[in-house]
């Protein structure tokens, strides 16, 4: 599914205005890759870079709803990849939307690219496609039972068992609570979300449901999930189906 965005491209067939740096006032450079031709401008503002313009060969894309903490040691990431097999880099922006105490959340945007021919000259495109909320795929897929002793986690018919007793957590949930800490990565050309699992409003992450993402029906899927411990060691998973 292809995402309506607004594009600036740099052709004057198009009768769209032309955006130079030096036109983007406010906005500052936040990311560049020379390898994928891509520069982020974004505004600070209210402690978060917002109002974001993506700068590629031929225009810009401007991403007025993208934010990031300031940090630098959180800037946003701006990564090459094939990721739906298709032989073509896709790109991928890495965002670091929160980082408060007990809290960690990135947010991942994936473009394709698509050539169009304007007058005589070719420009490559991005578009971006769509990434299924891995929050909303978990409400779908994923539910759980927390007891004093253990947690119980089933995943589509998979089901984990937790030893409690060794965190000796209080203030139980009644369930495991996914959400507070979210991250991305890419591994051998899938995408990866990594959401750690909590149990106790006391904080801290019991282990993290893992989900690989695959590209299926013009976007990306979790295609497996599973639940590891903290130092990546499968639980013992007990099959029902």
Same mark, same amino acid.
Not at 1 to 18: Q, Y
Not at 216 to 232: E, R, V
């Given at each position: 599914?292809?995402?309506?965005?607004?594009?600036?491209?740099?052709?004057?067939?198009?009768?769209?205005?032309?955006?130079?740096?030096?036109?983007?006032?406010?906005?500052?450079?936040?990311?560049?890759?020379?390898?994928?031709?891509?520069?982020?401008?974004?505004?600070?503002?209210?402690?978060?870079?917002?109002?974001?313009?993506? /700068?590629?060969?031929?225009?810009?894309?401007? $991403?007025?709803?993208? /934010?990031?903490?300031?940090?630098?040691?959180?800037?946003?990431?701006?990564?090459?990849?094939?990721?739906?097999?298709?032989?073509?880099?896709?790109? *991928?922006?890495?965002?670091?939307?929160?980082?408060?105490?007990?809290?960690?959340?990135?947010?991942?945007?994936?473009?394709?690219?698509?050539?169009?021919?304007?007058?005589?000259?070719? *420009?490559?495109?991005?578009? $971006?496609?769509?990434?299924?909320?891995?929050?909303?795929?978990?409400?779908?897929?994923?539910?759980? =039972?927390?007891?004093?002793?253990?947690?119980?986690?089933?995943?589509?018919?998979?089901?984990?068992?937790?030893?409690?007793?060794?965190?000796?957590? @209080?203030?139980?949930?009644? /369930?495991?609570?996914?959400?507070?800490?979210?991250?991305? $990565?890419?591994?051998?050309?899938?995408?990866?979300?990594?959401?750690?699992?909590?149990?106790?409003?006391?904080?801290?992450?019991?282990?993290?449901?893992?989900?690989?993402?695959?590209?299926?029906?013009?976007?990306?899927?979790?295609? =497996?999930?599973?639940?590891?411990? @903290? @130092?990546?060691?499968?639980?013992?998973?007990?099959?029902?189906?």
């Amino acid at each position: 599914m292809k995402r309506l965005f607004s594009i600036v491209l740099v052709i004057s067939l198009l009768n769209f205005p032309i955006k130079t740096e030096a036109q983007i006032q406010g906005h500052t450079i936040v990311a560049r890759s020379d390898k994928a031709g891509i520069t982020l401008y974004a505004e600070e503002r209210e402690g978060l870079y917002r109002d974001f313009y993506l /700068k590629f060969n031929g225009g810009m894309i401007v $991403e007025q709803d993208w /934010k990031n903490v300031t940090n630098p040691a959180f800037a946003p990431q701006i990564q090459t990849d094939d990721l739906n097999g298709d032989g073509q880099q896709e790109l *991928v922006i890495l965002l670091t939307k929160g980082t408060e105490t007990g809290v960690f959340v990135q947010e991942v945007h994936v473009f394709q690219y698509e050539r169009r021919q304007i007058g005589d000259s070719a *420009v490559k495109v991005p578009f $971006e496609t769509e990434v299924m909320d891995p929050i909303k795929w978990i409400r779908k897929n994923v539910t759980s =039972t927390v007891h004093r002793n253990q947690a119980e986690i089933k995943i589509n018919g998979t089901s984990y068992t937790v030893d409690l007793r060794a965190l000796a957590p @209080k203030h139980l949930f009644k /369930k495991v609570i996914f959400g507070n800490r979210i991250t991305y $990565e890419i591994r051998n050309h899938h995408l990866i979300a990594r959401l750690g699992g909590e149990v106790s409003s006391a904080g801290g992450q019991m282990g993290e449901l893992v989900i690989t993402y695959t590209y299926k029906h013009d976007h990306f899927q979790p295609q =497996t999930a599973t639940f590891c411990l @903290k @130092k990546d060691e499968l639980i013992n998973a007990a099959m029902n189906g």
